[in-house]
């Protein structure tokens, strides 16, 4: 399972994380791409920190090697945002 995060209210993501947890089975793989860093800007972007997502998924999930990368959008403003692959516990 793949999903960005990055759109979820602030205050939908517990729900949000419920969900992934509902989704997946025991042992599962979720690949949580374009988290975005708090260093990035961005109109209707949530930003997280390496920490904010390290405590809302390790409850249910095993997590991977943060992966920090930065893309150029359209309008020539830097982008920076997080993947990572995570594994349900057992």
């Known amino acids: 399972m793949s999903a960005a995060c990055h759109h979820v209210n602030p205050e939908d993501c517990a729900t949000f994380v419920e969900?992934?947890?509902c989704i997946?089975?025991?042992?599962?793989t979720y690949m949580l791409t374009r988290a975005?860093?708090?260093?990035?800007?961005g109109f209707g972007w949530n930003h997280f920190t390496k920490q904010q997502?390290?405590?809302?998924f390790s409850p249910i999930l095993d997590l991977?090697?943060?992966?920090?990368?930065?893309?150029?959008e359209g309008d020539g403003s830097k982008r920076y945002f997080y993947t990572v692959f995570m594994r349900k516990k057992k």
């Open 19 to 21: 969900g992934v947890s």
């Open 24 to 28: 997946l089975k025991k042992g599962g």
């Open 36 to 41: 975005l860093a708090t260093k990035g800007k």
């Open 53 to 56: 997502l390290v405590e809302l």
């Open 64 to 72: 991977g090697t943060f992966r920090h990368s930065g893309s150029v």
